[in-house]
């Protein structure tokens, strides 16, 4: 079945380290990637999303991404947090059909 | 309008008692979709409206779950009998695009559901 898993629940950084939160997807073929962010009390907002050619996509933020076939992974990066980061981050994947969301990883910053 | 609209934004219900909640996907946006969220948890998928294609309901949880959409416009999400375990924020989203080519999707603000 198609599925979308996000290893980690909860992740907590201290601000100004790197972070990369993980995602791998399950699908026949290479779905479109997606990453979305839910700040407290905030709609999902979009960060960047992958459909074909360079495998290292930037999104808003400062946040960028890496498609890697090989370990059917949509890993999302940042080298600097910022107190702001503080939110949910999903990643999604749409094979032929539907969207399919991970069960996100809650990203906790410390001062 | 000039996003996705969603109402009520919050409604308290009694066991047992029907509800309606009510999307308006932006103008022009042919693809539709009903997510649930729990306290807590992920975007459980529950309904995708593309065009005039049949709808997906692959991820309704049970009969007391149904949804509609009038041609490429509103859509209404309808649980009957609501149960404790229905309260979540149940979410829309709607997209310019659909099938193997979706372009980003649009959320509503959710509406809030609790049973009592």
């Known amino acids: 079945a198609q599925s979308v898993t996000q290893p980690d629940i909860h992740i907590t950084v201290s601000e100004g380290a790197s972070l990369e939160l993980r995602c791998n997807y399950s699908?026949?073929?290479?779905?479109?990637l997606f990453w979305y962010v839910q700040s407290p009390g905030q709609g999902l907002q979009l960060l960047l999303k992958y459909f074909s050619g360079d495998t290292l996509v930037q999104g808003i933020k400062g946040f960028e991404a890496e498609f890697k076939r090989s370990q059917s992974s949509f890993n999302l990066r940042k080298p600097s947090v910022h107190w702001s980061d503080a939110a949910e981050y999903f990643c999604a994947a749409q094979g032929a059909q539907k969207l399919v969301f991970g069960q996100g990883t809650r990203l906790t910053i410390n001062p | 309008g000039a996003g996705v609209s969603q109402s009520p934004s919050n409604k308290v219900t009694e066991k047992g008692k029907d509800v309606e909640l009510r999307c308006d996907p932006i103008s022009g946006h042919t693809a539709l979709y009903w997510y649930r969220q729990r306290l807590g948890q992920g975007l459980e998928f529950l309904i995708y409206?593309?065009?005039?294609?049949?709808?997906?309901k692959s991820g309704l949880p049970s009969d007391r779950f149904s949804a509609e959409r009038t041609g490429e416009s509103v859509s209404t999400l309808t649980i009957q009998r609501t149960q404790q375990e229905d309260s979540a924020v149940y979410l829309c989203?709607?997209?310019?695009?659909?099938?193997?080519?979706?372009?980003?999707?649009?959320f509503g603000e959710g509406s809030r559901l609790t049973v009592l």
């Open positions: 699908y026949g073929a290479t779905p479109y």
């Open positions: 989203a709607s997209s310019s695009q659909g099938g193997y080519n979706t372009g980003e999707l649009f």
């Open positions: 409206f593309q065009g005039n294609s049949a709808p997906d």
